[in-house]
Protein backbone atom coordinates (compact mmCIF):
# COMPACT_ATOMS: atom_id res chain seq x y z
CA UNK A 1 0.00 0.00 0.00
CA UNK A 2 0.60 3.51 -0.14
CA UNK A 3 2.00 3.99 -3.29
CA UNK A 4 2.61 7.35 -5.04
CA UNK A 5 2.99 7.81 -9.05
CA UNK A 6 4.59 10.48 -10.91
CA UNK A 7 4.35 10.97 -14.95
CA UNK A 8 5.73 11.51 -17.14
CA UNK A 9 9.25 10.30 -15.66
CA UNK A 10 11.06 12.39 -17.42
CA UNK A 11 10.46 15.15 -20.42
CA UNK A 12 12.51 17.68 -22.47
CA UNK A 13 10.81 20.62 -23.76
CA UNK A 14 12.09 23.94 -25.69
CA UNK A 15 12.36 27.30 -23.23
CA UNK A 16 9.11 29.07 -22.88
CA UNK A 17 7.03 25.91 -23.01
CA UNK A 18 5.07 24.59 -19.91
CA UNK A 19 5.03 21.30 -18.87
CA UNK A 20 2.45 20.06 -16.11
CA UNK A 21 3.70 16.85 -13.93
CA UNK A 22 1.06 14.50 -12.05
CA UNK A 23 1.19 12.80 -8.90
CA UNK A 24 -0.85 9.91 -8.22
CA UNK A 25 -1.93 8.28 -4.43
CA UNK A 26 -2.74 5.20 -6.04
CA UNK A 27 -4.20 3.14 -3.16
CA UNK A 28 -5.07 6.21 -0.49
CA UNK A 29 -6.51 9.58 -0.26
CA UNK A 30 -4.01 11.87 0.02
CA UNK A 31 -5.52 15.29 1.39
CA UNK A 32 -2.32 17.06 1.22
CA UNK A 33 1.02 16.38 -1.32
CA UNK A 34 4.36 18.19 -1.15
CA UNK A 35 5.90 19.08 -4.48
CA UNK A 36 10.42 18.95 -4.11
CA UNK A 37 12.77 20.30 -6.71
CA UNK A 38 16.19 18.12 -6.25
CA UNK A 39 19.12 19.93 -8.35
CA UNK A 40 22.32 17.74 -8.98
CA UNK A 41 23.97 16.51 -5.71
CA UNK A 42 21.77 18.86 -3.90
CA UNK A 43 19.34 17.91 -0.95
CA UNK A 44 15.60 18.20 -1.77
CA UNK A 45 13.80 21.32 -1.49
CA UNK A 46 10.43 22.12 -0.74
CA UNK A 47 8.62 24.11 -3.25
CA UNK A 48 5.00 24.09 -1.89
CA UNK A 49 2.11 21.86 -0.25
CA UNK A 50 -0.57 21.16 -1.90
CA UNK A 51 -4.02 20.51 -0.28
CA UNK A 52 -7.47 19.43 -2.13
CA UNK A 53 -10.29 22.19 -2.39
CA UNK A 54 -7.77 24.79 -2.08
CA UNK A 55 -4.67 27.30 -2.76
CA UNK A 56 -1.29 25.52 -2.01
CA UNK A 57 1.02 26.68 -0.16
CA UNK A 58 4.36 27.95 -1.37
CA UNK A 59 7.98 28.38 0.37
CA UNK A 60 9.70 31.48 0.41
CA UNK A 61 11.40 32.09 -2.65
CA UNK A 62 9.17 29.81 -5.14
CA UNK A 63 6.88 31.89 -7.63
CA UNK A 64 3.64 30.87 -7.56
CA UNK A 65 2.75 32.22 -10.47
CA UNK A 66 5.49 29.90 -12.67
CA UNK A 67 4.95 26.98 -10.53
CA UNK A 68 1.21 26.25 -10.80
CA UNK A 69 -0.26 23.76 -8.95
CA UNK A 70 -3.76 22.20 -8.25
CA UNK A 71 -5.25 19.41 -6.12
CA UNK A 72 -8.65 18.75 -7.53
CA UNK A 73 -9.00 15.75 -5.88
CA UNK A 74 -8.23 13.48 -3.21
CA UNK A 75 -5.57 11.24 -5.67
CA UNK A 76 -4.02 14.17 -7.76
CA UNK A 77 -2.09 16.68 -7.52
CA UNK A 78 -0.70 18.65 -10.66
CA UNK A 79 2.63 20.88 -11.02
CA UNK A 80 3.22 22.98 -14.00
CA UNK A 81 6.23 24.68 -14.76
CA UNK A 82 5.10 27.78 -16.89
CA UNK A 83 7.19 29.25 -19.30
CA UNK A 84 10.55 26.86 -18.79
CA UNK A 85 13.86 27.93 -19.03
CA UNK A 86 16.83 26.34 -18.59
CA UNK A 87 17.39 26.93 -14.96
CA UNK A 88 14.08 25.13 -14.41
CA UNK A 89 15.84 21.94 -15.44
CA UNK A 90 15.82 19.44 -12.21
CA UNK A 91 14.34 16.12 -10.69
CA UNK A 92 10.92 17.27 -9.30
CA UNK A 93 9.46 15.41 -6.73
CA UNK A 94 5.83 14.64 -5.37
CA UNK A 95 5.14 13.25 -1.60
CA UNK A 96 2.12 12.24 -0.17
CA UNK A 97 1.10 11.82 3.38
CA UNK A 98 -1.34 8.55 4.59
CA UNK A 99 -3.54 9.55 7.19
CA UNK A 100 -4.52 6.40 8.50
CA UNK A 101 -3.28 4.31 10.67
CA UNK A 102 0.23 4.75 12.60
CA UNK A 103 1.93 5.80 8.96
CA UNK A 104 0.35 9.58 9.36
CA UNK A 105 3.69 11.29 10.02
CA UNK A 106 5.57 9.23 6.76
CA UNK A 107 5.67 10.70 3.27
CA UNK A 108 5.43 8.61 0.64
CA UNK A 109 7.25 9.44 -2.61
CA UNK A 110 6.72 9.55 -6.16
CA UNK A 111 9.38 8.43 -8.44
CA UNK A 112 10.46 12.09 -9.58
CA UNK A 113 10.22 14.18 -13.23
CA UNK A 114 13.27 14.70 -14.66
CA UNK A 115 12.63 17.63 -17.02
CA UNK A 116 15.39 19.17 -19.08
CA UNK A 117 15.10 22.71 -20.52
CA UNK A 118 16.87 23.12 -23.92
CA UNK B 1 11.81 27.00 10.77
CA UNK B 2 13.77 24.11 11.13
CA UNK B 3 17.41 23.93 10.45
CA UNK B 4 18.49 20.18 9.54
CA UNK B 5 22.38 19.89 9.64
CA UNK B 6 23.67 16.86 7.98
CA UNK B 7 27.40 15.59 8.78
CA UNK B 8 29.32 14.09 6.83
CA UNK B 9 28.85 14.97 3.16
CA UNK B 10 30.69 12.34 2.03
CA UNK B 11 31.62 8.73 3.82
CA UNK B 12 33.81 6.22 2.45
CA UNK B 13 33.91 3.00 4.49
CA UNK B 14 35.07 -0.69 3.71
CA UNK B 15 33.16 -3.75 3.45
CA UNK B 16 31.95 -5.48 6.60
CA UNK B 17 32.67 -1.80 8.60
CA UNK B 18 30.10 0.67 10.39
CA UNK B 19 29.02 3.72 8.69
CA UNK B 20 27.43 6.17 10.87
CA UNK B 21 25.77 9.98 10.23
CA UNK B 22 24.78 12.52 12.27
CA UNK B 23 22.09 15.41 12.15
CA UNK B 24 21.36 18.23 14.30
CA UNK B 25 17.68 19.84 14.42
CA UNK B 26 17.15 23.35 15.70
CA UNK B 27 13.41 23.10 16.49
CA UNK B 28 12.95 21.23 19.51
CA UNK B 29 9.33 20.83 19.00
CA UNK B 30 10.02 18.43 16.19
CA UNK B 31 8.94 14.72 16.52
CA UNK B 32 9.48 12.40 13.34
CA UNK B 33 12.77 11.72 12.42
CA UNK B 34 12.79 9.76 9.30
CA UNK B 35 16.17 8.33 7.06
CA UNK B 36 15.68 8.18 3.48
CA UNK B 37 18.07 6.34 1.32
CA UNK B 38 18.08 7.43 -2.19
CA UNK B 39 19.75 6.44 -5.83
CA UNK B 40 20.99 7.83 -8.63
CA UNK B 41 17.88 9.22 -10.47
CA UNK B 42 15.23 7.17 -8.23
CA UNK B 43 12.94 8.62 -5.12
CA UNK B 44 13.80 8.38 -2.02
CA UNK B 45 13.27 5.75 0.32
CA UNK B 46 12.12 5.35 3.86
CA UNK B 47 14.92 3.10 5.86
CA UNK B 48 14.06 3.76 9.01
CA UNK B 49 12.37 6.08 11.49
CA UNK B 50 12.22 7.25 15.08
CA UNK B 51 9.17 9.42 16.82
CA UNK B 52 10.52 11.54 19.87
CA UNK B 53 8.73 9.19 22.44
CA UNK B 54 11.56 6.83 21.58
CA UNK B 55 15.43 7.18 22.29
CA UNK B 56 16.50 4.31 19.43
CA UNK B 57 15.40 2.00 16.63
CA UNK B 58 16.89 -0.74 15.22
CA UNK B 59 15.99 -2.73 12.01
CA UNK B 60 18.46 -5.53 10.95
CA UNK B 61 21.73 -4.06 10.01
CA UNK B 62 20.40 -0.40 10.87
CA UNK B 63 20.04 1.67 13.29
CA UNK B 64 19.26 5.04 14.53
CA UNK B 65 19.42 7.07 17.56
CA UNK B 66 18.04 10.52 19.31
CA UNK B 67 18.81 12.74 21.62
CA UNK B 68 16.17 15.08 22.29
CA UNK B 69 17.96 17.22 24.80
CA UNK B 70 20.91 17.52 22.50
CA UNK B 71 18.49 17.85 19.31
CA UNK B 72 20.45 15.04 17.23
CA UNK B 73 20.13 11.82 15.55
CA UNK B 74 22.40 9.38 13.99
CA UNK B 75 22.19 6.61 11.73
CA UNK B 76 24.52 3.80 12.07
CA UNK B 77 24.58 0.97 9.26
CA UNK B 78 26.49 -2.30 9.89
CA UNK B 79 28.31 -4.91 8.18
CA UNK B 80 27.93 -2.65 5.04
CA UNK B 81 27.69 -3.72 1.73
CA UNK B 82 28.56 -2.64 -1.61
CA UNK B 83 24.45 -2.26 -2.11
CA UNK B 84 24.34 0.11 0.94
CA UNK B 85 26.11 2.54 -1.44
CA UNK B 86 23.72 5.75 -1.71
CA UNK B 87 23.05 8.89 -0.73
CA UNK B 88 20.87 9.15 2.71
CA UNK B 89 19.10 11.69 3.84
CA UNK B 90 17.87 13.11 7.39
CA UNK B 91 14.85 14.93 8.26
CA UNK B 92 12.98 16.37 11.01
CA UNK B 93 9.24 17.23 10.44
CA UNK B 94 7.38 19.50 12.75
CA UNK B 95 3.55 18.47 13.47
CA UNK B 96 2.73 22.33 13.65
CA UNK B 97 4.58 22.94 10.86
CA UNK B 98 2.08 21.61 8.50
CA UNK B 99 3.74 18.01 8.62
CA UNK B 100 6.69 19.80 6.46
CA UNK B 101 9.48 17.81 6.23
CA UNK B 102 13.23 19.25 6.87
CA UNK B 103 15.35 17.59 4.52
CA UNK B 104 19.39 17.76 6.00
CA UNK B 105 22.32 18.19 2.80
CA UNK B 106 23.03 14.01 2.51
CA UNK B 107 25.33 11.93 2.86
CA UNK B 108 27.35 10.15 -0.09
CA UNK B 109 28.20 6.74 1.27
CA UNK B 110 30.61 4.81 -0.09
CA UNK B 111 31.45 0.84 0.21
CA UNK B 112 34.29 -0.26 -0.81
CA UNK B 113 34.22 -3.81 -1.98
Known amino acids: GAVVSQHPSWVICKSGTSVKIECRSL??????MFWYRQFPKQSLMLMAT?????????EQGVEKDKFLINHASLTLSTLTVTSAHPEDSSFYIC??????????????FGPGTRLTVL | GENVEQHPSTLSVQEGDSAVIKCTYS??????FPWYKQELGKRPQLIID?????GEKKDQRIAVTLNKTAKHFSLHITETQPEDSAVYFC????????????FGAGTTVTVRA
Open chain 1, 95 to 108: SARDLRGSSYNEQF
Open chain 1, 27 to 32: DFQATT
Open chain 1, 50 to 58: SNEGSKATY
Open chain 2, 27 to 32: DSASNY
Open chain 2, 50 to 54: IRSNV
Open chain 2, 91 to 102: AALLLSNDYKLS
